[in-house]
T-cell receptor, first 111, second 115 residues
Framework: RKEVEQDPGPFNVPEGATVAFNCTYS??????FFWYRQDCRKEPKLLMS???SGNEDGRFTAQLNRASQYISLLIRDSKLSDSATYLC????????????FGTGTRLLVSP | EAEVAQSPRYKITEKSQAVAFWCDPI?????LYWYRQILGQGPELLVQ????????DSQLPKDRFSAERLKGVDSTLKIQPAELGDSAMYLC?????????????FGDGTRLSIL
């Protein structure tokens, strides 16, 4: 079983749609959680951190359920520019931070 | 353009040859990471430095891969000899310290193609 699992997609949605991505992780000792965005042939960029209380940044909402070892990302009012791959990332601190990436979920927003 | 500098952007070489990648992290960042990303997958950590010391190289194929960060600033990742399966994007990242709540900043990557 992979440490971080995501549905690879692609998710094809029209502009203005709401889309949700899910992610599960296997190591209960995981301490920090992030969503990264990666455009085609570009480097990953931090989108947002994920907190147990849930957090929102504009049209983006992230949720963490530690009991279920489940992370989600909700994008409201999708824009064409949201088209990218969204990477679920789990960090463990074994003295130093170690990031484990999911395979990513590809999102395609169409006009 | 990413603040973490990597070169070259692209590298095409034949199998059995030696290749080297260079990374200059964000100024003041003590922690430096090398990742490999195969098409369709997420990045996988190869090696992590804290200043000039390796703190995690458990996923580095040490028979052919080596990495160094001699002065605790820029770093070099080498493959010798390269194999067809090494074709991938090699990403360098840095963070201020290695703590779990600090974001990692990635460079543009080096795309390696082995013929």
């Amino acid at each position: 079983r992979k440490e971080v699992e995501q549905d690879p997609g692609p998710f094809n949605v029209p502009e203005g749609a709401t889309v949700a991505f899910n992610c599960t992780y296997s190591n209960s000792a995981s301490q920090s959680f992030f969503w990264y965005r990666q455009d085609c042939r570009k480097e990953p960029k931090l989108l947002m951190s994920v907190y147990s209380s849930g957090n929102e940044d504009g049209r983006f909402t992230a949720q963490l359920n530690r009991a279920s070892q489940y992370i989600s990302l909700l994008i409201r009012d999708s824009k064409l520019s949201d088209s990218a791959t969204y990477l679920c990332v789990v960090a463990m601190n074994t003295g130093f931070q170690k990031l484990v990436f999911g395979t990513g979920t590809r999102l395609l927003v169409s006009p | 353009e990413a603040e973490v500098a990597q070169s070259p952007r692209y590298k095409i070489t034949e199998k059995s040859q030696a290749v080297a990648f260079w990374c200059d992290p964000i100024s003041g960042h003590a922690t430096l990471y090398w990742y490999r990303q195969i098409l369709g997958q997420g990045p996988e950590l190869l090696v992590q430095f804290q200043d000039e010391s390796v703190v995690d190289d458990s996923q580095l194929p040490k028979d052919r891969f080596s990495a160094e960060r001699l002065k605790g600033v820029d770093s070099t990742l080498k493959i010798q000899p390269a194999e067809l399966g090494d074709s991938a994007m090699y990403l360098c990242a840095s963070s201020l310290e290695g703590h779990s709540n600090q974001p990692q900043h990635f460079g543009d990557g080096t795309r390696l193609s082995i013929l």
